[in-house]
């Protein structure tokens, strides 16, 4: 028995060396993940590590431009990002983006709909282009990975004229905890999931659409049943986001709600098993 535990153990050991030099460097051991929920005022803009590799999802608006490209470069020290997300054009989600796009080599943006002609999007398709970068519509039900972590696209599943109905649903699971990003989609994207039976359980939201009381339906929220919410909004801003609603719907199922307004950059990190959040402007 103890010779079979030892060959065992000593298997383990090459196969965990050969996946950490397949991922990224052989240098850089699995390090968790990290999911930063950045301040950049009224928008939404999350940027996530694991294991060497960088997904960005969402850029926040056009002011968020300079933070976006210093946190990139000098807080995370990242000048290459693999997956860029842009959950719908809005300029609220992507205007930074472009700065992202100067700061960072990017492999590939993928987006709901490339067809929207306004200069914070237009800017983004010129960066990409000039480096290569190609756009792709992604289909519900594609998964990839960002290190160690499983990204799924859920939705949308199907066209809507309203462009935050059209808002990439992305979850992302690392070892047995998840996170799920809804862009903008208001409750006829999230019926869409609950209607086909999607599993959109996850045990942090980013709340759709900034906590407006167009999304987090009742039932959207039973069916994601998250312990952890993190609302991005702008202090004072003129949509009155979040809305009570929004706020009394994640207090009555127990949500431990976490906004950007407030706490400024918000990281939560997970082992795979834990998660443990943390603030730039004091403790959440
Ligand atoms: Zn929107
Ligand atoms: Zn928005």
């Known amino acids: 028995m103890m010779f079979w535990r030892i060959i065992h153990r000593a298997m383990l050991l090459v196969i965990c060396s050969l996946t950490i030099c397949g991922i990224a460097s052989c240098e ?12 950049v005022g009224q928008g939404d ?4 590590l694991c ?9 926040g608006p056009p002011s968020a431009s300079q933070f976006i490209y210093s946190f990139l470069r000098n807080t995370l020290q990242v000048d290459h990002i693999d997956v860029m997300i842009a959950t719908h054009p809005h300029a609220d989600h ?8 100067n700061a960072c080599s990017v492999d590939v943006l993928y987006t709901s709909e490339t067809n929207y002609d306004t200069k914070a999007w237009q800017s983004v398709l010129k960066y990409a282009d000039a480096q290569g970068t190609p756009v792709i519509i992604p289909y519900p039900g594609d998964t990839f990975s960002v290190g160690e972590a499983t990204v799924e696209i859920l939705g949308p599943l199907w066209y809507h004229n309203s462009l935050n109905d059209l808002s990439l649903i992305v979850k992302v699971i690392y070892g047995n ?20 039976g999607i599993d959109v359980s996850a045990d942090v939201l980013r709340v759709g659409h900034h906590g407006s009381n167009t999304s987090t339906g009742y039932q959207f929220l039973r069916a994601v049943a998250p312990t952890y919410a993190v609302i991005s909004v702008g202090a004072d801003n003129t949509y009155g986001h979040p809305d009570e609603d929004t706020l009394s719907k994640l207090a009555d199922a127990d949500v431990t709600v976490f ?5 400024g950059t918000i990281v939560c990190k997970s082992d795979g098993q834990q998660l443990v959040f943390e603030a730039s402007k004091g403790k959440p």
């Open 28 to 39: 850089a051991p699995a390090q968790g993940l990290e999911v930063y929920f950045l301040d």
């Open 45 to 48: 803009a999350t940027v996530i």
């Open 51 to 59: 294991d060497g590799e960088v997904m960005m999802v969402d850029g």
């Open 94 to 101: 992507v205007g930074g983006l472009a700065a992202a796009l």
């Open 177 to 196: 905890t998840s996170f799920l990003i809804t862009g903008d989609a208001e409750w006829e994207a999230e019926h869409d999931l609950l209607d086909a």
């Open 259 to 263: 906004r950007t307004d407030q706490l």
